[in-house]
């Protein structure tokens, strides 16, 4: 029995959603809704490729924090100059200091879920973005974990939706950890959604998920009981196929 969609978190489930849609238009739809649930890369953030390179890096060095250079970037990451020069240019919009703490990332994010409260995976995801822990995201964070999310192996992926899970950073998924996330993505999602959302839901979404993942049964998910149950479910492998060349 295949794992559903709301176990791996919102960005997998919209995208199984999306793998319902006519052909040749999935990945449009999908890139339409992945750039309005980032942070930082509203619509109206994005400018035209043609704009001029040497406007990007004057304007890489007026910020009060200066990210890296667009070539080394390009080396730490899979987009390529102008993609990151679209990136940079959104980040830089909403975020015109060059870095992002964590009030303004959650108050970014919840402009999408109005009808929830997304505050408390709105932190989830920007520890996992914050890899330093320094208390801010800074564009070389953002585009360090899109480019793993969008561009990385399947692996790299997975790795990073397991960092995401495992709260405290010790290695393994305890089912508090996934039931906090659950409720989590419960409440950004609102009470009005269609179907309703039952109130037990979440834990019996966990229960599903460790009756699943934990191979030993000893109450934990480690990274190797996580990769192999999603690298043999058929639906988290098309929905992380699906984000190939999103931007």
């Known amino acids: 029995m295949a794992l559903r969609a709301e176990e791996m978190g919102p960005w997998c489930r919209f995208a199984l959603r999306s793998a319902g849609n006519p052909p040749g238009q999935t990945k449009k739809a999908l890139k339409q809704r992945f750039l309005k649930l980032l942070p930082c890369c509203r619509?109206?953030?994005?400018?035209?490729?043609?704009?001029?390179?040497?406007?990007?890096?004057?304007?890489?060095?007026?910020?009060c924090h200066r990210p890296?250079?667009?070539?080394?970037?390009?080396?730490?990451?899979?987009?390529?100059?102008?993609?990151?020069?679209v990136l940079y240019r959104g980040f830089k919009n909403e975020c015109p200091?060059?870095?992002?703490?964590?009030?303004?990332?959650?108050?970014?994010?919840?402009?999408?879920?109005?009808?929830?409260?997304?505050?408390?995976?709105?932190?989830?995801?920007?520890?996992?973005f914050d890899t330093d822990h320094d208390g801010s995201v800074s564009f070389e964070d953002f585009v360090s974990g899109l480019s793993i999310i969008l561009r990385g192996t399947i692996d790299d992926r997975l790795n990073w939706a397991f960092n995401l899970y495992d709260l405290n950073k010790d290695g393994c998924i305890t089912?508090?950890?996934?039931?906090?996330?659950?409720?989590?993505?419960?409440?950004?999602?609102?009470?009005?959604?269609?179907?309703?959302?039952?109130?037990?839901?979440?834990?019996?979404?966990?229960?599903?998920f460790f009756q699943k993942m934990d191979r030993n049964?000893?109450?934990?998910v480690t990274i190797e009981e996580f990769l192999e149950s999603c690298q043999k479910d058929e639906n988290i492998?098309?929905?992380?196929?699906?984000?190939?060349n999103v931007i």
């Open 43 to 63: 619509p109206k953030s994005i400018p035209s490729l043609s704009e001029n390179s040497v406007e990007d890096e004057f304007e890489l060095s007026t910020v």
């Open 68 to 85: 890296e250079g667009l070539e080394q970037l390009q080396e730490q990451t899979k987009f390529t100059r102008k993609e990151l020069q």
């Open 97 to 128: 200091s060059g870095i992002v703490n964590e009030e303004n990332f959650k108050q970014i994010y919840s402009q999408f879920f109005p009808q929830g409260d997304s505050s408390t995976y709105a932190t989830f995801l920007f520890n996992a």
């Open 175 to 208: 089912k508090e950890e996934m039931l906090d996330i659950m409720k989590s993505i419960y409440d950004m999602m609102g009470k009005y959604t269609y179907p309703a959302m039952r109130e037990e839901a979440p834990r019996e979404h966990v229960e599903n």
């Open 217 to 220: 049964k000893d109450g934990v």
């Open 237 to 244: 492998m098309r929905s992380m196929q699906l984000f190939d």
